[in-house]
Structures are given as C-alpha cells and as structure tokens.
C-alpha cells in the first residue's frame, strides 16, 4: 500500500501517528499530541509484552513522529535528539521514531547500538512499514475510516502489470508516478477495495467480478500516463472510446472479448507497439498500414481473412510484418506472411 502523507502537516500526521497506535491491538495511548514543546516526545504509548518467564510487562515508549514527505529527507540524529535523555527524564522504558520518509545511516546505527547494547528499545517505523502497520488494524472498517479521515486510501495510486495469472484481470502499467484522486475513479470506493493488492509500492487492481469492468472502463481516461492495459475475457463488445485519452498507450491486449471492429482511432496511438486481439469476432479492422508497420500483432487463424488485405498493404510498403498467430506455429505463421 502507498500512503500519500504530503497533505498533512507535521501536526495532522501527529494526530494519524495518535489513532494508528490507539486502533493497533495491545497498545494504549497514554499521551497524545500537544501544542508547544513536547520533549522530543509526540506521543506517549504503553503496551502489553509477556516476559520470556510468562510476566506480563507494560513498557512505556516515547514516539516521536516526523513527516518529511514533501521534501524527501531522511530522519538525522540530529533531528530527534539524545533518546537516552527523552526516556530518562520521563521514566520510559523505550523510543520508536514514525518517519513517512527513512531514518539516515546515523539514525539507523544509533537505533541499532541502542538495542545492541540494551540501553533501550529502540524501533523506527518507516515509509514502507507504516503501511504494514496499518494493515495490522483488524476491524477493516475502523481501518478504512483511519484512512479516509486522513484523505490516505489512497490520494496517489500506481498501477503495475506484474499480476496477470489469473482469470479475469484489469491490469494497467504505467512509467511514472500518476497521481489521481481515487474519488474521480469512484465514488464508492468500497466495492473495489477487495480487488486492489500492493506489490512493492504498485496497485495492481484485479478486477475478479465481470459487473465491475463497465464503471472503471468509462473512466479509464484519467489515467493518461498508462502505458499498458490489458483485458482478457472481460465480454468487451467494442473498444471504448474512453481509451482514446491514453495517448502513451504502448501494449493493449483484449484477448478473448467479443469485439468486432478495430475503429480508426486505434491510429492515433503514436506509441502503440503491441497488440493482441486474438479470440474476438472481428469484421471490421481500421487499422492504418503506418500503424500495422511499427506494431507486433497477434491475431488468431479466424482473423486471418479480416486482417490479408492490410497485411498485403503492408508488405507492399516494403516493411515487414510482425505478426503472431494463434493457434498457428512459427513455421506456418512465417509460410502465411510469405504467400501474401
């Protein structure tokens, strides 16, 4: 999961540190946030531990929270100050730094000497594993509400086409940072959360329910620095138009759909390289010969009587066809290019 933290201040993320604690199971917050000097100390939290002799401890942790994810810097021992003074002026047993960026390699060895030495218990949690955190709040709903009280589930969404082994798919890639409120997709964000996994800070979004394609594929539109798409077996009549706005559209697979024409504008893709569109009824292709001359295409053998006379045109120009067909080996495809 990627949270988006660049809209909170210092003091609201404070205040999301303040109830991610409070929700997470065993810990009780027992000093919130507070205007004015705080010690180095944010919050102040206890939780229950069993001792390896079956005694049940409540440590005391300090917790100190910075959000650095507008500028990006790392987490300096000279930001937190001496944790050893923090705790022993007010008799705490621990220190854990919540950082929405990384903890720099001097914050990151004063945390480790700490524990090495066993001065302290020292933790960091940060930018990736606040998300892991937060996913450790059982109640789903409570989570949710955590997250849409911050504006964080979430602002910024990043698509990735790592997933694609299983049967229904919605699979996008994009080839930087895209940020799209998740609201302009849906309204309802709920009925899609169940369909959203997070691979290494991307969303791939596995749509496993056919009802839930229609809705997304209107808006498909405001994703504009998609790069590759792919929907197989989606029961999709037609491309939609929608698509017209992925003008950095490079690899499209409808695979095993029920469209029937290929329209015109499927030629303004300037950086259109692949597409598959085998296993769908066409009757009618648009494509254009300078498109089908830069583009690897898969077809399947029904296609083939759709697709010759473009195919001629193209190897008239003088270029030569990238082209796979299903159901056919390299040998026969090669034979078919050959013939026309």
């Given at each position: 999961?990627?949270?988006?933290?660049?809209?909170?201040?210092?003091?609201?993320?404070?205040?999301?540190?303040?109830?991610?604690?409070?929700?997470?199971?065993?810990?009780?917050?027992?000093?919130?946030?507070?205007?004015?000097?705080?010690?180095?100390?944010d919050i102040v939290i206890q939780y229950q531990t069993k001792h390896p002799i079956g005694?049940?401890?409540?440590?005391?942790?300090?917790?100190?929270?910075?959000?650095?994810?507008?500028?990006?810097?790392?987490?300096?021992?000279?930001?937190?100050?001496?944790?050893?003074?923090?705790?022993?002026?007010?008799?705490?047993?621990?220190?854990?730094?919540?950082?929405?960026?990384?903890?720099?390699?001097?914050?990151?060895?004063?945390?480790?000497?700490?524990?090495?030495?066993?001065?302290?218990?020292?933790?960091?949690?940060?930018?990736?594993?606040?998300?892991?955190?937060?996913?450790?709040?059982?109640?789903?709903?409570?989570?949710?509400?955590?997250?849409?009280?911050?504006?964080?589930?979430?602002?910024?969404?990043?698509?990735?086409?790592?997933?694609?082994?299983?049967?229904?798919?919605?699979?996008?890639?994009?080839?930087?940072?895209?940020?799209?409120?998740?609201?302009?997709?849906?309204?309802?964000?709920?009925?899609?959360?169940?369909?959203?996994?997070?691979?290494?800070g991307h969303v791939n979004l596995m749509l496993v329910k056919r009802e839930f394609i229609?809705?997304?594929?209107?808006?498909?539109?405001?994703?504009?620095?998609?790069?590759?798409?792919?929907?197989?077996?989606?029961?999709?009549?037609?491309?939609?138009?929608?698509?017209?706005?992925?003008?950095?559209?490079?690899?499209?697979?409808?695979?095993?759909?029920?469209?029937?024409?290929?329209?015109?504008?499927?030629?303004?893709?300037?950086?259109?390289?692949?597409?598959?569109?085998?296993?769908?009824?066409?009757?009618?292709?648009?494509?254009?010969?300078?498109?089908?001359?830069?583009?690897?295409?898969?077809?399947?053998?029904?296609?083939?009587?759709?697709?010759?006379?473009?195919?001629?045109?193209?190897?008239?120009?003088?270029?030569?066809?990238?082209?796979?067909?299903?159901?056919?080996?390299?040998?026969?495809?090669?034979?078919?290019?050959?013939?026309?």
């Amino acid at each position: 999961m990627f949270l988006d933290f660049t809209r909170l201040s210092p003091e609201r993320f404070e205040f999301f540190c303040e109830d991610l604690l409070d929700n997470l199971e065993g810990i009780t917050v027992i000093l919130g946030p507070s205007r004015g000097p705080d010690g180095k100390k944010d919050i102040v939290i206890q939780y229950q531990t069993k001792h390896p002799i079956g005694l049940i401890e409540h440590p005391k942790f300090a917790v100190e929270c910075k959000n650095n994810a507008i500028s990006n810097k790392s987490v300096y021992p000279n930001d937190i100050g001496d944790i050893r003074s923090i705790l022993e002026d007010n008799s705490l047993d621990g220190y854990l730094l919540i950082t929405t960026t990384l903890p720099s390699s001097g914050t990151q060895t004063l945390i480790k000497t700490a524990n090495a030495n066993r001065c302290y218990k020292a933790y960091v949690w940060d930018k990736k594993k606040i998300p892991e955190m937060v996913n450790r709040i059982k109640n789903v709903k409570i989570r949710q509400k955590l997250l849409n009280k911050y504006g964080l589930y979430p602002s910024t969404i990043y698509y990735s086409g790592e997933l694609v082994n299983h049967e229904h798919k919605f699979i996008v890639k994009i080839n930087k940072k895209l940020k799209v409120p998740f609201k302009t997709l849906d309204s309802n964000f709920n009925r899609y959360q169940n369909f959203i996994h997070i691979i290494n800070g991307h969303v791939n979004l596995m749509l496993v329910k056919r009802e839930f394609i229609g809705d997304l594929i209107e808006k498909i539109g405001i994703f504009q620095e998609m790069i590759s798409l792919t929907l197989n077996e989606m029961r999709i009549k037609s491309i939609p138009k929608s698509l017209k706005k992925l003008e950095k559209l490079e690899y499209l697979n409808l695979k095993n759909n029920k469209v029937s024409e290929i329209p015109n504008y499927i030629n303004d893709f300037e950086y259109l390289k692949e597409l598959n569109i085998s296993g769908n009824p066409l009757k009618k292709v648009q494509i254009g010969v300078e498109l089908i001359n830069r583009l690897k295409i898969t077809i399947d053998k029904t296609q083939i009587p759709v697709f010759r006379d473009l195919f001629v045109a193209a190897k008239l120009s003088g270029n030569s066809l990238d082209l796979t067909v299903d159901g056919c080996s390299s040998k026969e495809t090669e034979e078919f290019i050959l013939s026309l």
